[in-house]
């Protein structure tokens, strides 16, 4: 068997066609949203993600605010720069970018967010929304964390059954791991799952169990492929730079081995799964919030 791919890119493509007919709709109407972002330090990777975030924007017609600043940036500067984009009336929606250099308090930044311009739904009080199961449909609707929505989204746009079925998240981390186990047990998507990390005792047991895969630890190639269940869905979130190529360009490998190909049914590709569905959802949030507001 081959897997089918799990397409990140077109999928993204497709999401972003539809977010420029709801764009322009705003234009009609004198709105234009903004994306912001805050990119504090030098780290490659994470400057390459925000300038993909850019240039997805740019595609369906939202404005970019970028504000960067330099690693040795205190607590405070930070702080300060959230408090500013809070204010801006042009920042429709914005995120940090995570990591924060070392020594940063990154969860009293996330709770600076103003939870009203919270694109990434990493604010408490939009991570409490997503417990409660808050109707998405509703003025206090939460924004969602954009790596499980777009999972979400990569799974159902493929015609991947979720309800009903039991998923193996590998990873507890915050931006995918957690939350991605809150919504893929709401009503309606209705999934069973089971949410490993690094102390747990037989990951293989666990994994193997699974209709649906998801691996988002950052530890290269670690899903084997008689792990797999035949004919499984297996997502590969995580990234790990593991040395660089001739030409000097980052050699990549994702948390999955290439030979699961051979017994999954469906995998995500590492670039061109899961991220650039990253990117698609969290434009999606920020139109969302346009949407909105504007009543
Ligand atoms: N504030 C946030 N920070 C981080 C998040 C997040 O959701 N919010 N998640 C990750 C990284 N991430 C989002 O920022 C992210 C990861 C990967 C991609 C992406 O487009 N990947 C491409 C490859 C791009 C490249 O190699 O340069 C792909 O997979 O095809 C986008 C966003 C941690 N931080």
């Given at each position: 068997?081959?897997?089918?791919?799990?397409?990140?890119?077109a999928?993204?493509?497709a999401i972003?066609?539809?977010?420029r007919?709801r764009?322009?709709?705003?234009a009609?109407?004198?709105?234009?949203?903004?994306?912001g972002?805050?990119?504090?330090g030098?780290?490659?990777?994470?400057?390459?993600?925000?300038?993909?975030?850019?240039r997805d924007?740019?595609e369906v017609?939202?404005?970019s605010?970028?504000?960067e600043l330099?690693?040795t940036a205190?607590q405070?500067?930070?702080?300060?720069?959230v408090?500013?984009m809070?204010?801006d009336p042009a920042?429709?929606?914005?995120?940090?970018?995570l990591?924060?250099?070392?020594?940063v308090?990154?969860n009293a930044i996330l709770e600076?967010?103003?939870p009203a311009?919270?694109?990434?739904g990493l604010?408490?009080?939009?991570?409490?929304r997503?417990v409660?199961?808050?109707d998405?449909?509703?003025?206090v609707a939460a924004?969602?964390?954009c790596?499980?929505?777009g999972?979400?989204?990569?799974?159902?746009r493929?015609g991947?059954?979720?309800?009903?079925k039991?998923?193996?998240v590998i990873g507890?981390?915050?931006t995918?791991?957690r939350?991605?186990g809150l919504?893929?047990t709401?009503?309606?998507?209705?999934?069973?799952?089971t949410?490993?990390?690094?102390r747990?005792?037989?990951?293989?047991?666990?994994v193997?169990?699974a209709?649906i895969?998801?691996?988002?630890?950052?530890?290269?190639?670690?899903?084997q492929?008689?792990?797999i269940?035949p004919?499984?869905a297996?997502?590969?979130?995580?990234v790990t730079?593991?040395g660089?190529?001739e030409s000097?360009?980052?050699?990549l490998a994702g948390?999955v081995?290439?030979?699961?190909?051979e017994?999954?049914?469906w995998?995500?590709?590492?670039?061109g799964?899961?991220?650039?569905?990253t990117?698609?959802?969290l434009v999606?949030?920020?139109?969302e919030?346009?949407e909105?507001l504007?009543?």
């Open positions: 068997m081959t897997a089918q791919k799990l397409d990140g890119v999928t993204a493509a972003k066609d539809e977010l007919v764009v322009a709709a705003l009609e109407r004198g709105i234009v949203p903004g994306l972002t805050l990119l504090v030098d780290d490659p990777a994470s400057r390459s993600y925000v300038t993909g975030k850019h924007c740019a017609g939202v404005a605010i970028s504000v330099p690693a205190t405070e500067e930070i702080a300060d720069a408090r500013g809070n204010a920042v429709t929606g914005f995120i940090v970018q990591p924060l250099p070392k020594g308090d990154e600076l967010v103003d311009k919270d694109a990434d604010h408490p009080t939009n991570l409490g997503l409660l199961g808050v998405p449909r509703t003025a924004p969602l964390p790596t499980p929505a999972i979400i989204e990569l799974l159902t493929h991947v059954e979720i309800a009903g039991h998923v193996t507890r981390g915050i995918v791991g939350p991605l919504l893929l709401r009503k309606g998507t209705d999934a069973t799952v949410l490993t990390h690094s747990t005792p037989d990951l293989a047991a666990e193997s169990r209709d895969v998801v691996a988002a630890v950052g530890q290269p190639h670690l899903v492929s008689e792990w269940k004919g499984a297996v997502l590969d979130v995580g730079r593991v660089t190529t000097g360009k980052a050699k948390d081995d290439p030979a699961v190909a017994v999954a049914g995998l995500s590709p590492n670039p799964g899961v991220g650039p569905m990117r698609a959802l999606a949030n920020v139109v919030t346009a909105r504007a009543g």
